[in-house]
């Protein structure tokens, strides 16, 4: 079994998920290849005593990412900041040689993901890949598999969203990812599209003729500190376009929104076709929704129950329920999968969001940003 040292940078909300994800991997039937965390970089001396304190492999803490990427004992780094050093600290690994799993958007705008593509074209032995965990999902691994099998027919329409709804809430403290210069002018989408665009695009389902409604709800949010500052960023967006060309032509609608009444982190997609309907929602965690039709037959949505059914195997009973730390573990397996393995050599397909396809989300909000009615 090949060891997979990484670099972590930024050890907050996710960087921390990513180290339990790695510290469970007995979890996972492993793909000839295990990840261990073995340094952590980050400005907040709280979140690097964390690490050091809960993983017994990190032995290695800096504040400055320069000297943790400038280690020849690490081989990958997971990279969760802020949007707005996306670019720089993308850029500066991918420069290093070391194989990259970073966090969405992969940019804060589309320059900074242009600057982000051109180091990845001059160094095509690193592996660079964005993370995107919902569609392991057994559900939405179930419309993959649906879409890749040609059952549906001829595609309908697609609508894939993402619900948030904590931001109702007028009296929540702002923080980062409602701060245009840290989030980015994409606000919501920048936060939530790549994680609806990814099984579209997967499926080169890049919608031309873009119109999006962007709104801008709760305008003022506490500073923390007993003011108040302006709320910049869009809330929620709906883009809408039309996939055109090898033959198909159908509508799809992308929607992310930071206040959805009721929605705690609510990612669904649901596509139709005109002999099978599918659809999945992480509202609903075990639950695939289909529709099979013949011409003249009842048009019933079924219920089918998924028990722990993902892309790779796991101790976890097939008829136990999965989760958002499952989706993760999956996710980090997939990365080390293709990077100790060969894309070709995979134990599975369904390898982890692209930055061809982060180039083409970046496209979709920039189109969308131009396009807002
Ligand atoms: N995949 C998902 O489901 C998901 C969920 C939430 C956030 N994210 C993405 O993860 C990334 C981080 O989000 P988060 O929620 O973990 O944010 P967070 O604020 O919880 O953590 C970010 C961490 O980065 C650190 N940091 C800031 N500047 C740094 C620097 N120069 N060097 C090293 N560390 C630095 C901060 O101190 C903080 O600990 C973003 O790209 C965000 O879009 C992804």
Redesign the pocket.
Known sequence: MKTIRFGI?????????LASAAARWMHIEAPGARPEIAAI????P??RAWFMDHVPSCDFET???HALIARDDIDAIY?????N??AQ?YVDIIEAGKHLL????FGIDKAANDRIMAAVAAHPTVLVRS????PFFPGAQAVVKAIASGALGQIIGVRARFLHASDLDPNKVI???RMVDK?GAYGCM??LGL?VMHIPLRFGWEPSRIAAQLTKIVAERPDGKGGSVPCETWDNAAIHGMVDGQGARFPITFETRRIAPGEM?TWEIEVDGTKQSIAFSTKHPKTLRVLDYTPGGPQDWKHRDMGYASAYKAITGGIFEFG?PDS?QQ?MAAFVDELANGRDGMAQPFNCATPEETAASHRIMTAALGAAL
């Open positions: 940078i930024g050890g907050g909300l996710m960087g921390k998920e970089c980050d400005v907040n709280a979140a504040d400055d990412y990279c969760a900041v802020p949007h050093l996306h600290l970073g966090e969405k958007p993370s995107s965990e919902f923080n980062w990812k989030n920048g936060d994680h982190n958002f993760l996710m």
